[in-house]
Antibody, heavy 120, light 110 residues
């Protein structure tokens, strides 16, 4: 059973870059069985798929965020990361890392989520 | 990409059955059998209830079931219980190789 944990700064200034890491404490990121996913949820609002990455490094992004988002994987550290550039208050949200089984809509493992606030 | 359409709220009394709809297009819900449903209690991470339209992960109650007709997917909760009061989100693969969530439905158990 995979275990995921998000980490990173909880407060980011407007126009700067938000950076988060998802550590996989049980299981390996170096597998073709899973896709590694970032999802966010603004306070009081719904879920938004940000993007995902394969262990090979192939990425897919939400078109509405694509110009500002980068997802990367570090197999040596068994973790994957999210960067969102030029943030505004609209990027304030709980950010979740999660997994999706390949060839499926099975988003079955989620981190606990971390609230990132964009404010000066 | 536009969010899938869900009712903002539904309600039911304990023991009743309720159904939450999730409407998309032929480019997402209607085009693929890659629809999932998640339950989210306040302050908690979402929990997978249904994947690939109608499959239930082990450990999820068989009171939860999923189906799809055309561009609309549905989640049915049979015998609603107080612990089912939560937000529910559908999710679908899209023709753009992306994923899209519904806006969420708040279930109130009366």
């Amino acid at each position: 059973q995979l275990q995921l944990q998000e980490s990173g700064p909880r407060l980011v200034k407007p126009s700067e870059t938000l950076s988060l890491t998802c550590a996989i404490s049980v299981g390996s990121i170096n597998t073709n069985d899973y896709r590694w996913v970032w999802i966010r949820q603004p306070p009081g609002m719904g879920l938004e798929w940000i993007g995902n990455i394969y262990s090979s490094g192939t990425t897919y992004y939400n078109p509405s965020l694509k110009s500002r988002v980068t997802i990367s994987v570090d197999t040596s550290k068994n973790q994957f990361s999210l960067k969102v550039s030029s943030v505004t208050a609209a990027d304030t949200a709980v950010y979740y890392c999660a997994t999706r089984r390949g060839g499926s809509s099975r988003f079955d493992y989620w981190g606990q989520g971390t609230l990132v606030t964009v404010s000066s | 990409q536009s969010a899938l359409t869900q009712p903002a709220s539904v309600s039911g009394s304990p023991g009743q059955s309720i159904t939450i709809s999730c409407t998309g297009t032929s480019s997402d819900v209607g085009g693929y059998n890659y629809v999932s449903w998640h339950q989210q209690h306040p302050g908690k991470a979402p929990k997978l209830l249904i994947y690939d339209v109608s499959n239930r992960p082990s450990g999820v109650s068989n009171r939860f079931s999923g189906s799809k007709s055309g561009n609309t997917a549905s989640l049915t909760i049979s015998g609603v219980q107080a612990e089912d009061e939560a937000d529910y989100y559908c999710n679908s693969y899209t023709s753009s190789d992306t994923w899209v969530f519904g806006g969420g439905t708040k279930l109130t158990v009366l």
